[in-house]
């Protein structure tokens, strides 16, 4: 036997090509006859489009076509959800009505020869608008507000026990309080891009995606082909967080402007426009009543969420959904979500959804609870310890929280924090420690791979799943090496091809939990259908031999009970008279445990600021992430995920904001320069490990995913640090040096 791949810090195996630039992006497709398209976007927030003169544009040297309501190919409207396999990010199609709904919003499409012509032309496009006044405020009574029940099946109206009466009760100490959180921007390094090509009836499409299976099923619902017509290629992201889950206008205008000029069509949005057609995390508005015994028995928790969308999509950042019906043990728990259309543009998913700002305002009003207690903020939570999910009361598949602030206090030297605020100083630096608890969800969905074997005596193995910068290719490697009894470097993984077996979008978190498994049953077929070939040449060492009972190793397979039986693979291969043998497996979800059990994963995060206090910049100087993901598969790139989304964590709680004029709906912070993201001078000490046992009800390996739960609680940590630094309880991020003052 080999030595098991997994469990190693491989080094990334797509870092060369990364590193090379051999990796080609989608936008870096550029196929034979390729012009470029440019979007007009609306320069007002709400009204409509009176007329647009496209004369001009049209006119323009190079210009292929200009594309709008008036002068566009007719198209269908999809009608897959999530659930169906692909999902719009906004309802509205392109082009549908002549109605503004936000700035930004796509009205025209121009298409030409060159980039620099088609964006020449679309600056002379002549929009007449009828302006109405936008409604931008979130809290603006006037705009309509609704309880919606549910978020991807989930419940948005969550209630258990009597909160009212709970916080009736005399005898108990309370924290009221609002949090609040402003429109976060994903700003993956690259930027949204789709090349589209007719070949015939058949769709290509290159597109910066999470999804190659949603685009394809959107793109064959929108021209009303087949979707085994549509081909979506995405086998490099550069990140995503979110904004390439589902899918938005450009790709839909993409291929729309390649059958209409019957050439491949490249779109890639500007830096600007990634601020306001690709989603963004909407602002929220949460507040907490929280109450407990004198002892810190929580005896009440509700937790409101106010939060906007745009009139164009009903999603909502579920703060109160994976965060206080299921952390602490508690009877009575309110978690209502309200959501407000306002005319700022359409939001999604970013990076923990809901679970991220859910633990900035809940974590914080557990350390004001625990505060007000004379309570330790780790001891609170402590006594506080759901040892079953709360809201159900099934076991949860595996639960190490109280290990995760065990080992945190220990590395972080929590022992030494003195609690008074403002009693910890280096020199003239005043120094916070904080804590908060950090969650997401264990999500495993369907997913499928093949492996084929070439006598050279390697494997290949595909599927459409995405490596979105995570290290998903490295991790499915190493799984495959052990799955097929090889050395990593004789594996091969390709994704993101939705001519591959079917895989799940690249969201929540799940993919290693989802297509390890996909893999490890291929494998398991592989060794089945290569045994059978074994059993019937006679001459064969193993004939006779089930393949229940042989293994593969060592790029052999062998009996299992007697090794020195063995034949080599490659030699089956040849004799077998193909190029390949191939093996397939499709794993659906095991109903019995997905229903017995509560699959959530658990961190804790620990911060130390110091702070200036007459120039009162947070500088974070020591962060300790520990976190129980279950099984770790590689922890040089569970490490990784860890600092990545403890960084975006710091950002959110210091930076990170995208303002709007609160005239024109506009984003005015839609750069670089302006939307602030720490850099690498604003990092240091960051700390990460993991608790690595495995979870044995999610899946073979005993593996939950990663990606999202580094970014949770990293807010609070940092704000609860700032309070105990500086006496100044921060409840609006992020938490900028004039809220110090
Ligand atoms: Mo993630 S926000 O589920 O791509």
């Known amino acids: 036997m080999s030595d098991s791949s997994v469990g190693k810090p491989i080094d990334r195996v797509d870092g060369r090509l990364k590193i090379t630039g051999a990796a080609r992006y989608s936008a870096e497709n550029r196929l034979e006859g390729l012009v470029h398209g440019v979007l007009v976007t609306s320069t007002i927030s709400r009204g ?47 082009f549908e009505d002549d109605v503004v709904h936000y700035a930004g919003q796509p009205i025209a499409l121009v298409v030409a020869a060159t980039l620099q012509q088609a964006r020449f032309a679309a600056s002379r496009v002549r929009v007449a608008y009828r302006n109405e006044e936008p409604l931008l405020d979130p809290m603006d009574p006037r705009a309509p507000s609704s309880f919606p029940k549910q978020s991807f099946g989930e419940e948005l109206q969550y209630r258990r026990g009597d909160v009212t009466a709970a916080l009736a009760a005399s005898g108990t100490v309370r924290v009221e309080a609002t949090y609040t959180t402003p429109v976060e921007t994903h700003n993956p390094m690259e930027l949204s891009a789709t090349v589209a090509e007719w070949r015939g009836d058949r769709l290509v499409v290159y597109d910066a995606t999470q999804w190659v299976m949603g685009t394809r099923a959107i793109l064959a619902e929108t021209f009303e082909i087949p979707r085994k017509n549509v081909r979506v290629i995405c086998p490099f992201v550069g990140g995503g967080f979110g904004c390439k889950g589902f899918q938005w206008p450009h790709t ?45 028995k929580l005896t009440a928790i509700r937790h409101e969420t106010v939060q906007p969308s745009s009139p164009m999509s009903e999603y909502v950042e579920a703060c109160g959904l994976s965060t206080s019906p299921h952390m602490y043990a508690c009877a ?25 700002p859910g ?99 390697t494997a290949t193995v595909r599927t459409a799943a995405h490596d979105l910068g995570t290290g998903a290719y ?3 490697t190493q799984v495959a090496a052990d799955a097929l009894g090889l050395p990593q470097d004789r594996v091969r993984l390709e ?32 060794r089945d259908t290569l045994a059978k070939l074994a059993a019937s040449d006679p001459r064969s060492p193993l004939a006779g031999i089930a393949a229940k009972d042989t293994v593969l190793a060592a790029g052999r397979l062998a009996a299992s009970a007697d090794p020195a039986k063995s034949v080599d693979w490659k030699d089956l291969v040849r004799a077998s008279g193909r190029a390949t043998i191939d093996a397939e497996a499709s794993v659906k979800l095991d109903d019995e445990k997905s229903k017995a059990y509560s699959f ?38 569970s490490r990784s995920q860890i600092l990545g989304g403890v960084t975006m964590g710091i950002g959110m709680a210091l930076m990170e904001h995208t303002a709007y004029d609160d005239r024109t709906g506009r984003a005015i912070t839609d750069n670089l320069a302006d939307y602030a993201v720490p850099v690498n001078a604003d990092i240091e000490g960051i700390e990460a490990y993991f608790i690595d046992r495995p979870d044995p009800r999610i899946n073979t390996l005993g593996c939950r995913g990663i990606g999202e739960i580094g970014i ?21 991020l992020p938490i900028t040096p004039d809220k110090l003052l």
């Not at 050439?263 to 426009?273: D, E, K, M, N, S």
């Not at 939705?498 to 996909?518: I, Q």
């Open 359 to 457: 633990t900035w305002a809940l974590e914080s009003a557990m350390d004001e609870l625990a505060e007000k207690l004379s309570i330790d903020p780790i001891e609170l939570r402590l006594r506080n310890h759901a040892d079953a999910d709360p809201s159900t009361g099934k076991p949860f598949s595996s639960k190490y929280l109280k290990e995760c602030y065990a080992l945190g206090a220990q590395k972080f030297g929590w022992a030494r924090r003195t609690p008074a605020p403002r009693s910890m100083r280096d020199g003239d630096l005043l120094v916070g420690w904080g804590v908060a608890t950090a969650t997401y969800p264990g999500y495993r969905f369907p997913a499928s791979a093949k492996i084929s074997l070439a006598a050279d005596g």
């Open 474 to 476: 490295t991790v499915l």
């Open 600 to 637: 959530h994963s658990y961190g804790a995060q620990f911060c130390e600021v110091k702070i200036d206090p007459l120039l009162p910049r947070v500088r974070v100087t020591r962060f300790v992430s520990v976190i129980d993901n279950g099984r770790v598969l590689n922890p040089k790139t």
């Open 48 to 94: 409509s489009i009176v007329s647009m003169d496209a004369r001009p544009a049209r006119e323009s040297p190079g210009v292929l076509a200009v594309l709008h309501r008036g002068a566009a190919p007719k198209v269908a409207k999809p009608k897959s959800d999530f659930f169906a396999g692909g999902m719009l990010g906004e309802e509205r199609m392109p």
């Open 495 to 526: 994704l993101g091809d939705s001519d591959f077996p079917a895989a799940p979008v690249a969201g929540g978190s799940n993919t290693t939990a989802s297509v390890s498994e996909a893999i490890i049953q291929a494998g398991a077929a592989m």
């Open 712 to 732: 949770t609680g990293v807010a609070a940590a940092v704000a609860n640090a700032v309070y105990h630094a500086t006496g100044r309880r921060i409840r609006d």
């Open 332 to 356: 009575n728990v309110e978690a209502p979500h309200q959501l407000v259309r306002i005319n700022v543009a359409t939001p999604t998913p970013m990076r923990a959804p809901g679970e991220c």
């Open 252 to 296: 839909i205008l993409a291929a729309m402007a390649a059958r209409a000029v019957h050439r491949p069509v490249r779109i890639v949005l500007t830096r600007a426009q990634m601020f306001s057609s690709v989603g963004h995390r909407p602002p929220t508005n949460q507040k907490l009543t929280i109450a407990a015994s004198p002892e810190g």
